[in-house]
T-cell receptor
């Protein structure tokens, strides 16, 4: 069975500052890892995904994440926060790329951007 | 290409009633998954359908059921509604014929049980 832990239910950063959202996973086999973003009253939008091709993954909106097997981590970063980045972010793990076995999500991190 | 469409967007039901939610996947996508999102439990996997067959199921009571039609559209049903069933129900589709793909989510149906 796999699980995901997101450290910090709320993260607050100033506009222009570095964004770092933490995600640690546990899985019995090499997993597929995802970061999704959710805006209020909306569904989930994929930011990026790790599928073992490269450990540093670049996504949309300037986000990137690095897969570190030794630390079982997949932290999400963005060099400079923008007000439009304020949203809920979810890290997820799956044993299959398409999520047919079901994505296992972390509890989410609410990102607050201070002007 | 149109995204995943869920109907209705909002629904209010009374405890004890049943409800049916609908999901139309992206054209060409054959896998449809359902998730429940609540403030307390977060996002939880309900079940996944492919070619009209349920392949995987999460840890939910039998009151939660679903089905998929030959055109890949899917419905989920919740019988004997409880107050705790109030949630955002999300549908996701993916093209399982391609490797390394991901699930595309709809905007969800917000169910309120009173």
């Amino acid at each position: 069975a796999q699980s995901v832990t997101q450290l910090g239910s709320h993260v607050s950063v100033s506009e222009g500052a570095l964004v770092l959202l933490r995600c640690n996973y546990s899985s019995s086999v090499p997993p597929y890892l995802f970061w999704y973003v959710q805006y209020p009253n909306q569904g989930l939008q994929l930011l990026l995904k790790y599928t073992s091709a490269a450990t540093l993954v670049k996504g949309i909106n300037g986000f990137e994440a690095e897969f570190k097997k030794s630390e079982t981590s997949f932290h999400l970063t963005k060099p400079s926060a923008h007000m439009s980045d304020a949203a809920e972010y979810f890290c997820a793990v799956s044993l299959s790329g398409g999520g047919a076995d079901g994505l296992t999500f972390g509890k989410g991190t609410h990102l607050i951007i201070q002007p | 290409k149109a995204g995943v469409t869920q109907t209705p967007r909002y629904l209010i039901k009374t405890r004890g009633q049943q409800v049916t939610l609908s999901c139309s996947p992206i054209s060409g996508h054959r896998s449809v998954s359902w998730y429940q999102q609540t403030p307390g439990q977060g996002l939880q996997f309900l079940f996944e359908y492919f070619s009209e067959t349920q392949r995987n199921k999460g840890n939910f009571p039998g009151r939660f059921s679903g089905r998929q039609f030959s055109n890949s559209r899917s419905e989920m049903n919740v019988s004997t509604l409880e107050l705790g069933d109030s949630a955002l129900y999300l549908c996701a589709s993916s093209p399982v014929d391609r490797p390394n793909t991901e699930a595309f989510f709809g905007q969800g149906t917000r169910l309120t049980v009173v």
